[in-house]
């Protein structure tokens, strides 16, 4: 599109909201991928340490930082996979660092800082990107072997109804922290920092709102499928 057509339009943000979207859709997928894993002993933390991060007994397991940029080539992700090493607050030496990516680089090696820390590239699968076209996908996957794990009945309508609902999870935990600092005066990063979701609290969401596991929708759907095989 020329500077002429693009004069046409009103400003957009989109780039920036979709942004912050995908961030918190890579930090579900992320967390899902820990508790279909059987790990239920951490806390996710979004926009504090980094971009989301993992907490396990108070102190932070991982760093994750998220860029859903256009650039293809890695020298145009220098000044942020420099700012990942960083030692500061809760990064400490040694601290595990992700860089996230949602196209595809000419190199995806990991990164070693100026102060010798390193930062790998998360691979998600048998590649180190993640489409903002394919996170929803991948997050669905993993909701799906996780239900199977746990034998849980799914179907396409469950498994869209979870992902929804982990998803406003996100979404709810980033408005619930913006609001203590909007109505009762606690500091935003403080707010952050504190205002982790427990992965117990994940799981118990994939459980408790299941419709296949409330008796009341189960009994319904039984009645509505032997109706329609009796017609």
């Known amino acids: 599109m020329s500077q ?15 942004g912050f979207v995908y961030q918190g859709k890579v930090a579900l997928y992320h967390s899902l991928k820990l508790i279909y894993d059987d790990d239920l002993n951490f806390e996710l ?3 504090s340490s980094d971009d989301f ?6 102190k932070l397991h991982t760093a994750h930082q998220v860029k859903a940029k256009i650039g293809k080539y890695r020298s145009g992700y220098t000044k942020a996979l420099e700012q990942s090493t960083l030692v500061e607050f809760d990064k400490i030496k040694g601290t595990t660092r992700y860089f996230h990516v949602s196209v595809q680089l000419d190199n995806t090696d990991d990164h070693k800082g100026a102060n010798g820390e390193t ?13 903002l076209g394919e996170i929803e996908g991948l997050t669905k996957e993993i909701i799906r072997k996780l239900c199977d794990k746990l034998s849980i009945t799914v179907s396409e309508n469950i498994i869209n109804f979870n992902y929804c609902l982990l998803s406003e999870k996100i979404s709810t935990k980033a408005i619930h922290n913006h609001n203590l600092n909007q109505v009762h005066g606690i500091p935003e990063d403080r707010a952050a920092y504190d205002g982790r979701i427990k992965a117990t609290e994940i799981l118990d969401d994939l459980l408790s709102e299941n419709p296949y596991q409330n008796r009341d929708y189960y009994a319904v759907e039984l009645k509505a499928r032997l109706l329609t095989h009796l017609e």
């Not at 693009?6 to 780039?15: G, H, L, N, Q, T």
């Not at 930062?119 to 489409?131: A, E, I, R, S």
Request: overall charge neutral; some cysteine; hydrophobic content about 25%.
């Open 45 to 47: 933390q979004l926009d």
């Open 4 to 18: 002429e057509d693009d004069e046409k339009y009103p400003a957009s943000a989109i780039s920036s909201w979709s």
């Open 53 to 58: 991060a993992i907490y396990k007994n108070g």
């Open 119 to 131: 930062v790998k590239f998360y691979l998600y699968g048998k590649k180190h990107y993640c489409g």
